[in-house]
Nanobody, 116 residues
């Protein structure tokens, strides 16, 4: 299973970005899987951002609630992270994650930089 995250970049405070995470692998479908997003800045531990459950319900960290939203396109095997009203403290490398059985796979990360 491979996860490819994309969509990061440089944005001004208050701006928006949409990250994508496409999952590939022999006959692997994100249908029925927990998926999520995390982020990490240098010198800090990886921080949970939010999850989308197999049924489609979502949950978010308090720091991003009301600003970020997670969605998915099962046909495209892709999960999205829509980020609005970005703040400088959102600057980080963002990673996507998929849980399948007892395993967890991670994407390579995409850098988001929010300028003040």
């Amino acid at each position: 299973v491979q996860l490819q995250a994309s969509g990061g970049g440089l944005v001004q405070t208050g701006g928006s970005l949409r990250l994508s995470c496409t999952v590939s692998g022999s006959r692997f479908s994100i249908n029925g899987k927990y998926m999520g997003w995390h982020r990490q800045t240098p010198g800090k531990e990886r921080e949970w951002v939010g999850d989308i459950a197999p049924g489609g319900s979502t949950d978010y960290a308090d720091s991003v609630k009301e600003r970020f939203s997670i969605s998915r396109n099962i046909a495209k095997n892709t999960v999205y992270l829509q980020m609005n009203n970005l703040k400088p403290e959102d600057t980080a490398v963002y990673f996507c994650r998929v849980n399948w059985g007892t395993a967890t796979s991670w994407g390579q990360g995409t850098l988001v930089t929010v300028s003040s």
